[in-house]
């Protein structure tokens, strides 16, 4: 029997979310989901479903003609032609706060509102664009204009702190350095690795023992989307890697991840959440100024990978943007250094 391996157990498993999402759903939106299926992934398909029943909770309890009723029993799409662009405005502004039906409460950014109102205007352009209704009142909606924020990265010198923390603990409580000095060989070579290569935390924890390609400096991952790519990198990611590895030989993993490179504690294959405590307790210590996560310490390898080359289109390839433009938004801004060099880059008259 083939072994399945971390990037299908995800699969199986967003796969399960989606079924159990959609059988609380009115029963035409299952249509919907088919229609999409091969355009899209099934975590995306999970948010889109999730939006909906948020927008779906709150027809229940704003409109009296659905007060009180299963949403399963919705089972004509024509149901979607009774609200009205009103409705969907009042949606938004709800959205700002409210509960759901298990009593707790949720606040959305610009962002939030932005999603959810694509996730329903997804569906509405579905059956309008096949025919199966005739109005889409989500055109008529204005999104909310979101206002940028800057991308928050170390910088050189605060990265440095950081790998510094990660090997050494230091300030660490005297409990947790005893638990430190079992895995800083482990912390110190994913921190690096994240660092060095910019991959994405769900990227990393997702790697096998046989996608390490230490001969050529690479590693191979299964990107956001399902393509396979190579990513290679430097010499410090390599020496952290090794020293791992040797590490690594010595453990005997829990059944079902014995293939795993990067175990926990518990010798399981370490998941998101793991990363993520691990990343924000070294840069509570080192970084306290800024709100360091997995995902920062992609943007900082970004920031610098810009800076040293300043080719966009390297930085895009390279983090697998599958979009330059989303690159450009993030990157070809951030760089001050480069923008104040600008100012003598013209002469006007010779001296």
Do not use: W
């Amino acid at each position: 029997m083939k072994e399945i391996n971390y990037h299908e157990k995800q699969n199986m498993k967003n796969i399960n979310k989606l079924r159990e999402l959609e059988a609380v759903l009115p029963a035409f939106v299952k249509t919907f989901f088919r229609g999409i299926e091969q355009i899209t992934q099934p975590r995306t398909r999970i948010a889109y479903a999730e939006d909906l029943k948020v927008f779906f909770d709150f027809i229940k309890e704003s409109n009296p003609e659905f007060k009180g009723k299963d949403l399963s029993e919705m089972k004509d799409p024509a149901v979607l032609e009774r609200f009205t662009a009103e409705d969907i405005e009042e949606f938004l502004d709800y959205l700002k706060l409210y509960e759901n039906p298990e009593g707790k409460t949720f606040t959305n950014s610009e962002a939030g509102i932005k999603r959810k109102i694509s996730s329903l205007r997804a569906m509405y352009n579905y059956y309008h664009t096949h025919k199966i209704i005739n109005e889409n009142p989500t055109l008529q909606v204005r999104v909310p204009k979101i206002h940028e924020k800057n991308i928050i990265r170390m910088d050189p010198n605060e990265v440095v702190d950081f790998l510094d923390t990660v090997e050494s603990g230091k300030n660490l409580s005297k409990q947790s350095m005893a638990f430190h000095e079992k895995n800083k060989v482990r912390d110190l070579a994913l921190t690096t690795l994240l660092l060095g290569t910019g991959i994405r935390v769900s990227e990393l924890v997702g790697l096998d023992l046989k996608d390490l390609d230490m001969e050529n400096d690479r590693i191979n991952i299964i990107r956001k989307g399902g393509n396979e790519s190579f990513v290679y990198f430097g010499d410090e990611v390599h020496d952290a890697l090794m020293d791992y590895l040797e590490e690594r030989k010595k453990i005997i993993p829990e059944t079902g991840s014995e293939n795993a490179l990067f175990l926990s504690s518990r010798k399981k294959r370490m998941c998101v959440r793991n990363v993520e405590f691990m990343v924000k307790k070294y840069a509570k210590l080192s970084v306290s100024s800024k709100k360091i996560t997995p995902h920062k310490l992609r943007s900082t390898y970004g920031t610098q990978l810009y800076t040293e080359t300043g080719d966009i289109y390297l930085v895009a390839e390279v983090l697998g943007h599958k979009d330059v433009n989303t690159t450009k938004r993030h990157y070809a801004a951030i760089n001050e250094e480069r923008r104040r060099s600008a100012k003598d880059a013209v002469k006007l008259r010779e001296k």
